[in-house]
Structure formats: structure tokens, C-alpha cells
């Protein structure tokens, strides 16, 4: 499968606890995106990579989140100190920066749902 | 600034009739536009962009969405709508202005269901 591949699927953790969530966008793809998704909301920004870049961030993305992508291939989505607030649908995205026209369109993984109890 | 709206929270229709989900933009350059859907418990499934050239964009499924710029629209369609369609439809918009976001701002979605 050559589509952008989210673990864990699903993450329940108490309140105050660290968790990680991976990425591993389409291989060729050098943007990634992280989202959040509510319950009757449409996807929120949080993050952005170029390659191993972050350039830019959300001012939803807290002090207690953090993201990586080292060497510009999979990510990681890192939430400390958990709170209930935190609980939401977190996807990935991914897609191949060209010329003006060209594959524009991300593609998304399935999504990691975290419930923080 | 880029955004997008989606004014109907849910659009009801009978299989077999014509669909159709409404999606405004806002965006200070030239607009790049998405329809993505989502059943439950799933990512995001790509349906359809438009980017430049002909206005009415076709994408899977047999959906397509029409481009209109004095409107600042991009509604979604289908003719003949099937009770597998039922799902969540998220229009997203990117300015393409000089310095615009690479990021696209999605809507918060319509609902759309079909009734056999």
C-alpha cells in the first residue's frame, strides 16, 4: 500500500500522560500536514513540513505539542500532559510540491483517534 | 487570508436524484479548490480539484463541481445520486497569491444522505 499510513489507529490515555503518533506520508511526497478533527468540524491545521522543515504552525499547536520529521520522511506527533480537550481525530496528510498546477492535492491517512481519559 | 464555507450542515436527497453540496470560497489571489469525502471512522478520500482551465471539473465516483469565480463558488454534483454516497464532504480552498499559504483550509462539512 502506497498510501499515507497513520499508528496507532486508535490511542487511549489518561489525562497528564505523553503520547506519539507516526506518520509515514507517500514516499515521493516532501509536504506532510497534521490536522486535528473534532466531532461536526471540519479539519484544523496544526502543522506543516517541507521535507524535514517545519514551516509553519498553528497557534492551535500548543507549547505541549510537538512535531518532528527527521530526514524529511515519516513524522511524529508528540502531545505532553495530555488533557481531555486533547481528544479529536488527528490525520496526516501528504503532498508533492511541483510546478504550479501539479499535484497540488494532499492525500490523507486514515487518522489517529485519541482519547484521553 | 484563505477560507472557505459551507452553509448547509446537511442536504438530504432520494437515490437517483441530482446532488448537490455548496461550498463558497475567500481567498486574496487565485483560488486552488478540493472536495474531499469521509465515511466514518476514515481519513480523507480526494474526490476532486479544480486549478486552472475548464470550469467544470469531473472527479471519482462520478462527481463533479463547478468553478465560479464572480460566485466565489465551487458546489459539488452528481446526477443521479446512490444511497452509497451518503458520508461527510469537506470543500477545501489554497490561495495561490504570491506568498499564499501551501495549506489547505477545509470547511466544516456538509452531511450529505441519501435515501433509498
Known amino acids: 500500500d502506497t498510501g499515507v499510513s497513520q499508528n496507532p489507529r486508535h490511542k487511549i490515555t489518561k489525562r497528564g500522560q505523553n503520547v506519539t503518533f507516526r506518520c509515514d506520508p507517500i514516499s515521493e511526497h516532501n509536504r506532510l500536514y497534521w490536522y486535528r478533527q473534532t466531532l461536526g468540524q471540519g479539519p484544523e491545521f496544526l502543522t506543516y513540513?517541507?521535507?524535514?522543515?517545519?514551516?509553519?504552525k498553528s497557534r492551535l499547536l500548543s507549547d505541549r505539542f510537538s512535531a518532528e520529521r527527521p530526514k524529511g520522511s515519516f513524522s511524529t506527533l508528540e502531545i505532553q500532559r495530555t488533557e481531555q480537550g486533547d481528544s479529536a481525530m488527528y490525520l496526516c496528510?501528504?503532498?508533492?510540491?511541483?510546478?504550479?498546477?501539479?499535484?497540488?492535492?494532499?492525500?490523507f491517512g486514515q487518522g489517529t483517534r485519541l482519547t484521553v481519559v | 487570508a484563505q477560507s472557505v464555507a459551507q452553509p448547509e450542515d446537511q442536504v438530504n436527497v432520494a437515490e437517483g436524484n441530482p446532488l448537490t453540496v455548496k461550498c463558497t470560497y475567500s481567498?486574496?489571489?487565485?483560488?486552488?479548490l478540493f472536495w474531499y469525502v469521509q465515511y466514518p471512522n476514515r481519513g480523507l478520500q480526494f474526490l476532486l480539484k479544480y486549478i486552472t482551465g475548464d470550469n467544470l471539473v469531473k472527479g471519482s465516483y462520478g462527481f463533479e463541481a463547478e468553478f465560479n469565480k464572480s460566485q466565489t463558488s465551487f458546489h459539488l454534483k452528481k446526477p443521479s445520486a446512490l444511497v452509497s454516497d451518503s458520508a461527510l464532504y469537506f470543500c477545501a480552498v489554497r490561495d495561490f497569491a504570491s506568498g499564499g499559504s501551501y495549506i489547505p483550509t477545509f470547511g466544516r462539512g456538509t452531511s450529505l444522505i441519501v435515501h433509498p
Open positions: 481567498v486574496s489571489g487565485n483560488p486552488y
Open positions: 513540513f517541507q521535507n524535514e522543515a517545519q514551516l509553519e
Open positions: 496528510a501528504s503532498s508533492l510540491g511541483g510546478p504550479i498546477g501539479a499535484n497540488t492535492e494532499a492525500f
